[in-house]
């Protein structure tokens, strides 16, 4: 659809979701999503009569900081004047770790990409692999024709079907140790390609974003084993102590 007042609202707002992707079970590969709203104000900045905090200073700041962390995408949007905003990280074997977006993508349509592993069908993402476009940001006006994308199942399936027209991306794919990492910035299909000035924008930001989804991604993934060893020991029928060594 065409941007509306009700479409800008949206990009505006403060509503951010995060997705975490977790193990149905223990025995099980298959992911769910959990979807948790988090209804705060994004931390607003001294703009007037104080320094202006710096979006790497922010991208540090939310290595700890949880809401900080969710209002990235929204302060990475407003950079170069677009709609919406999604990082994601993945494990090595490409299963969805957790994703964090600025609020404007819709809860079912959330769920219909993580439950149905929408990411994996993303043409974008195919040319960075095949191109070898690790770490750098991209228009993917370069990458791939506006009627390849159309005819897309990302479009088609994941997208179009919840109302979406989301067609002009600034991207990142970034590897690591861990994984890999994927930051997009989206606008709509009647709107403007980014343009290279606003990519060069973006660039600078890759290498700390790529250090924050990292971290990130190995906390998280922490967690989830700390999660399932509680589980476990929750199942076990005897008491369990657990003691010091020392």
Same mark, same amino acid.
């Given at each position: 659809?065409?941007?509306?007042?009700?479409? $800008?609202?949206?990009?505006?707002?403060?509503?951010?979701?995060?997705?975490?992707?977790?193990?149905?079970?223990?025995?099980?590969?298959?992911?769910?999503?959990?979807?948790?709203?988090?209804?705060?104000?994004?931390?607003?900045?001294?703009?007037?009569?104080?320094?202006?905090?710096?979006?790497?200073?922010?991208?540090?700041?939310?290595?700890?900081?949880?809401?900080?962390?969710?209002?990235?995408?929204?302060?990475?949007?407003?950079?170069?004047? #677009?709609?919406?905003?999604?990082?994601?990280?993945?494990?090595?074997?490409?299963? %969805?770790?957790?994703?964090?977006?600025? +609020?404007?993508? @819709? +809860?079912? +349509?959330?769920?219909?990409? #993580?439950?149905?592993?929408?990411?994996?069908?993303?043409?974008?993402?195919?040319?960075?692999?095949?191109?070898?476009?690790?770490?750098?940001?991209?228009?993917?006006?370069?990458?791939?024709?506006?009627?390849?994308?159309?005819?897309?199942?990302?479009?088609?399936?994941?997208?179009?079907?919840?109302?979406?027209?989301?067609?002009?991306?600034?991207?990142? =794919?970034?590897?690591?140790?861990?994984?890999?990492?994927?930051?997009?910035?989206?606008? +709509?299909?009647?709107?403007?390609?980014?343009? $290279?000035?606003?990519?060069?924008?973006?660039?600078?930001?890759? @290498?700390?974003?790529?250090?924050?989804?990292?971290?990130?991604?190995? %906390?998280?993934?922490? =967690?989830?084993?700390?999660?399932?060893?509680?589980?476990?020991?929750?199942? %076990?029928?005897?008491?369990?102590?657990?003691?010091?060594?020392?």
């Amino acid at each position: 659809p065409p941007q509306t007042p009700w479409r $800008e609202a949206c990009r505006r707002r403060s509503t951010t979701r995060i997705i975490n992707f977790v193990e149905a079970s223990p025995n099980s590969r298959v992911a769910r999503a959990r979807l948790n709203s988090v209804s705060r104000r994004a931390k607003l900045r001294p703009w007037v009569g104080g320094p202006r905090v710096s979006i790497v200073d922010e991208i540090y700041e939310a290595l700890t900081d949880d809401e900080v962390f969710a209002a990235l995408p929204a302060r990475l949007a407003r950079l170069v004047d #677009a709609r919406s905003c999604m990082l994601q990280a993945f494990a090595p074997d490409g299963e %969805l770790l957790f994703a964090v977006e600025n +609020g404007y993508f @819709p +809860g079912d +349509g959330l769920a219909f990409y #993580a439950e149905n592993e929408m990411y994996r069908h993303d043409p974008w993402r195919e040319q960075v692999e095949r191109r070898n476009l690790w770490n750098r940001a991209f228009s993917s006006g370069t990458l791939i024709h506006p009627e390849a994308y159309k005819r897309s199942i990302l479009y088609n399936e994941g997208l179009r079907r919840f109302g979406d027209d989301t067609a002009h991306w600034l991207a990142s =794919g970034m590897t690591h140790s861990a994984g890999r990492d994927e930051m997009g910035i989206h606008r +709509g299909m009647t709107a403007e390609t980014f343009s $290279e000035a606003e990519v060069a924008v973006i660039q600078p930001v890759i @290498p700390h974003l790529r250090r924050l989804l990292t971290v990130r991604a190995r %906390l998280h993934e922490a =967690g989830l084993r700390q999660m399932t060893a509680e589980r476990v020991l929750d199942a %076990l029928p005897q008491a369990v102590l657990v003691v010091d060594v020392s």
